[in-house]
């Protein structure tokens, strides 16, 4: 890995970057772009945690707390750069975690379930015996103990086929996915994975109850904060 320096005023985002780059066992040529697409979006949204995503993070908590078998779903670009925060979550809700991969290669998926085993999560994923409904992919495979007969599933970086046809299947979708754009969930956290995930796991351990929550009406939030924020910096940015 490049040593970043500390005080580089984009630490978090440089590191980041290197953590991906460095492990090509855990994450997809093609996951790279898929950060590339995120980091742009977060720029955007000032890289930090607005105030619609910590509304959507306590509805998400809720529905966490309200399952009876939730399952977080995670690919190579969650375990490379939130291994340890999906460890927490998991045991906060408790949740089973399962392994599932668009790019699905026998020999990535043991990578994956192997680097979160060494942090004593038991991930589902290496050997399939379900499926989902409607999905070509290698992502319709799963595991019946996990997805297969999950109620709830948090799957961060939304993949919008995936979790339209989970939804088909009766399930709770969650996801925290930096494009407000994404518009299949339940309940859609539009914030950075690793700042996402610890404030979703006090959520949980704080038991908050919540009332109504409105997906649409929070993406429209959303949207609604970054237009103002890039109208604030257009306004300070001098002219020519
Ligand atoms: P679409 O969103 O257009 O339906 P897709 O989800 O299949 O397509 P990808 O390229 O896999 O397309 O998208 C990855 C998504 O993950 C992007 O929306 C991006 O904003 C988001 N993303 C990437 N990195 C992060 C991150 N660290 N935290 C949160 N979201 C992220
Ligand atoms: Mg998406």
Do not use: W
Request: charge should be neutral; hydrophobic fraction near 50%; charged fraction near 20%.
């Amino acid at each position: 890995m490049t040593a970043i320096p500390r005080d580089h005023p984009r630490y978090r985002s440089l590191m980041a970057r290197e953590r991906l780059v460095a492990a090509p066992e855990l994450v997809a040529q093609q996951g790279l772009i898929a950060h590339g697409r995120g980091e742009a979006f977060d720029y955007l949204l000032g890289e930090a945690t607005c105030p619609p995503a910590r509304q959507a993070i306590a509805a998400a908590a809720a529905a966490l707390h309200r399952a009876q078998r939730p399952v977080i779903s995670v690919n190579g670009n969650v375990v490379a750069l939130a291994a340890r925060e999906v460890a927490d979550l998991a045991a906060a809700v408790p949740a089973t975690v399962e392994v599932n991969l668009f790019h699905r290669t026998p020999a990535r998926v043991a990578a994956l379930t192997a680097a979160l085993a060494e942090i004593g999560v038991a991930a589902l994923g290496a050997e399939p015996d379900d499926c989902v409904p409607g999905l070509a992919s290698a992502r319709g495979l799963c595991c019946r103990d996990g997805i297969g007969r999950a109620d709830a599933v948090l799957v961060p970086l939304e993949d919008g086929d995936r979790a339209q046809a989970l939804r088909d299947m009766g399930k709770t979708v969650l996801t925290i996915d930096l494009n407000p754009l994404s518009r299949t969930a339940h309940i859609t956290i539009v914030d950075e994975l690793v700042r996402a995930l610890p404030l979703l796991t006090i959520a949980v351990e704080a038991r908050a109850k919540v009332g109504t929550f409105d997906n649409a009406a929070n993406r429209r939030a959303v949207l609604a904060f970054m237009a103002e924020r890039l109208g604030t910096l257009s306004f300070n940015t001098s002219r020519p």
